[in-house]
C-alpha cells in the first residue's frame, strides 16, 4: 500500500494560480501511474489528470486541458498539478491516487491521499 500525502492548497482569486504536491511513500512510487481527482460540493469525484510510470505520458479531463499540468519527480517520490488560469468551477477538494486504471467509465486506485482543499473566489 502507498501512502500519499497532498499540499499546496489554498484560497486563490480567479485567474490565479496553484501548485498542488503528492508525496509518497511505502512502495516503488516509480512503478506506478499517478492521478489527481476532485470532489466539490454536492458532487461525485471526478477523474482531473493521469501520467504514467515514467512521465511520458499524461492525460487530462476537457474541464482543465491547457490551464493544469500533470508532473512527477521520481527521485522525490512526488506528482505534482500545476494549476493556472483557474475559475470558480475547480473550487474542490483535491485528491492524489496511485494506479488509476479506467473501469466501466469510472477508475479503480489502488490508494487515496487525504485530499487537499482548493477554493476560487471570483
Known amino acids: 500500500q502507498m501512502q500519499l500525502v497532498e499540499s499546496g492548497g489554498g484560497l486563490v482569486q480567479a485567474g490565479g494560480s496553484l501548485r498542488l504536491s503528492c508525496a509518497a511513500s511505502g512502495r516503488t512510487f516509480s512503478a506506478y501511474p499517478m492521478g489527481w481527482f476532485r470532489q466539490a460540493p454536492g458532487k461525485e469525484r471526478e477523474f482531473v489528470a493521469t501520467?504514467?510510470?515514467?512521465?511520458?505520458?499524461?492525460d487530462y479531463a476537457d474541464s482543465v486541458k491547457g490551464r493544469f499540468t500533470i508532473s512527477r519527480d521520481v527521485a522525490k517520490n512526488t506528482v505534482y498539478l500545476q494549476m493556472n488560469s483557474l475559475e470558480s468551477e475547480d473550487t474542490a477538494v483535491y485528491y492524489c491516487?496511485?494506479?488509476?486504471?479506467?473501469?466501466?467509465?469510472?477508475?479503480?486506485?489502488?490508494?487515496w491521499g487525504q485530499g487537499t482543499q482548493v477554493t476560487v473566489s471570483s
Open positions: 501520467i504514467n510510470w515514467t512521465g511520458s505520458s499524461t
Open positions: 491516487a496511485a494506479n488509476p486504471r479506467p473501469r466501466g467509465g469510472s477508475y479503480v486506485v489502488s490508494s
